[in-house]
């Protein structure tokens, strides 16, 4: 198949489609923040209301993205991509229509379900369907133009919040979704992947995001005081019990070994493929790198969820003002990230990844100064603009060491894994670290307590941040991208990845590329 050509009309209906569709899902994940204080006061919700608005869309999405991934290669990647937008667009109605908090709750949870059937599927259509020398444009400009939509898409949330109410964060999403629906279905080809086949691992993502919900239950509530300890310790404990079964399943399946009582272990039916491949962690430095991943992503995750709270509980910002306070960390990204790629090709990630993290932390600090009376330009500008280039030095690096050095038969895996690690920290950190720090009940709406809370937590969030520049320093190799052919570099260079580091296409998508080397090699 020759495929399509990015100058030609469907070539630009094609991108415009996956744009848009990726777009839609990305922002939620961050324009929510800035309607948080208004939508807490008209549903009488407390901070743990707060944390789970946020944390019910990261905890699905996290807990089904490969699956989502999967499901596209098999049933159709623009099949599942529509499906991906129309339940999107329908949990948007929901949580715009939500009377309660725990309404709310449920429909973002149903929100990062769609988002992990239509995220995976926007770049796997562009991968699919452009002919093969134009895909690595094709990739570039989705990629920038989805990191023009995350520098926009929080003014926009701030004025619908401003001048609409905070409903219409959610409810600007089905006119959105309309659009991508008509052009996809005019304009977008369908594609499967021929070699996908065996049963799919619904029990492993299943049990994933059963882990995950336990434990953020268990970190959310305690400090609350609503519920009682038995509930308390019965959620940890079947979330720690859901993490040692999704482990046992994946490795059983990896090995090729049926569980007992299944209907393909009495039947002679295959076994489902293991939606982790736990042997994608044999290589020490792919294994490195995500550590990494996990300690910086749950600091930022708290840092993003309490900061955009904080301009406007207790330094009285608008949420305009507050929405683009963080306008310059996406334009770095945008500016920087391909620029510290290379960098990173040329001497090795360690320094840039270590030396990024440490500026980072360092801009952290600064952010956790901002308080009442804060000034834009005199405080809120010179913080984020520290982080942000410390930000933009590590997350291109970061994303190149994790396709180095990971398995080639996991090519396709691994930045998925990543993005998931990256979820689940923010996910388990903005439930741990806010109570801790004594953000709890109507902190939200006392600008005193919340501002001491806060105080307290940027602090452990910068922590986390340095302690991921140790750890670079020690773990992470200079010679991990040293024998990485040109085909495996990140072709997503310019996506502001401030929610997780951004998924990479697969080079096998579609047919029709150059096979792969047998292995990538593990760095001595």
Known sequence: MAGVRLATAPGRWILLATVLGSSVAALDATVVNVALPRLARELDAGMAGLQWTVNAYTLTLAGFILLGGSLGDRFGRRRVFLIGVVWFAVASLLCGAAQDIHTLVAARALQGIGGALLTPGSLAIIQASFAPDDRPRAVGAWSGLAGVAAAVGPFAGGWLVQAAGWRWV??????????????????????VDPAARGRFDVLGAVLAALALAGVTYALTEAPEGTVGPGIIGTSAVLGVAGAAAFVFVERARGRGRSLPGTRWSRGGREAPRPMLPLEVFGSRQFT???????????????????????LQVVSG???????????????LMLLLSSRAGAVAQRIGPRLPMTAGLVVAAGGMVLVGRIGEGASYLRDVLPAVTVFGLGLSAVVAPLTATVLA??????????????????????????????????LTGDAYDDPALFSAGYRLAMPVCAALLAAGAVLSFLTVSDDALSSVPEEFEPQCRTHCAVGAPPLEPDGEAGGGTEPRPDARREPA
């Open 317 to 331: 910002f608008s949420a305009v003002a507050a929405g683009t306070a963080l306008l310059p960390v996406t334009v």
């Open 288 to 310: 490195a790198v995500n550590v990494v991943t996990f300690v910086v992503y749950g600091g930022m995750g708290v840092m993003f969820f309490l900061f955009v709270l904080n």
């Open 405 to 438: 050095t990971a398995q080639v038969s996991h090519a396709g895996v691994a930045s998925g894994v990543n993005n998931a690690v990256a979820r689940a920290a923010g996910l388990l950190a903005v439930a741990a670290i806010p109570p801790l720090a004594g």
């Open 170 to 191: 959610f409810l600007l999403n089905l006119p959105l979704a309309a659009i991508v629906i008509l052009v996809t279905v005019r304009h977008v080809p369908e594609s």
